[in-house]
């Protein structure tokens, strides 16, 4: 974990809520798009409500001493949260595909 200063762990804490509250916006986008459509996927709307509800649970349940996922949210290269970070991060062209 990061060292900055007395109040690291707590900060670490807050950025990791963060992340978890801006990976959120993707599955909020996801349904909206899905819901305009003439028929939308059920499917995939439940599925984004899954992952938002997880997602909740985890921000809900996370502690400022559970060190361990707390790095692996802050973590550009953990198989988990990783990946969510790398995509949130990519530009986008003028069609809003990721690179």
């Given amino acids: ?10 900060i670490d804490y807050e950025v990791a809520l963060e992340i978890l509250g801006q990976s959120l916006q993707p599955f909020i986008m ?5 819901r305009e459509k003439p028929h ?5 709307i439940a599925y984004c409500k899954a992952r938002m509800a997880a997602i909740g649970d985890l ?10 996922t707390i ?8 198989d988990v949260f990783g990946p ?3 995509r949130m991060a990519a530009p986008e062209d003028s069609h809003g595909q990721r690179f």
């Fill in 1 to 10: 974990m990061r060292d900055l200063g007395i109040n690291s762990g707590s």
């Fill in 71 to 78: 790095e692996r949210i802050l973590n550009p290269q953990d």
């Fill in 59 to 68: 921000q809900e349940d996370l502690r400022v001493n559970d060190r361990e």
């Fill in 30 to 34: 996801t349904i909206q798009r899905e």
């Fill in 84 to 86: 969510r970070i790398r």
């Fill in 40 to 44: 939308p996927s059920k499917a995939l």
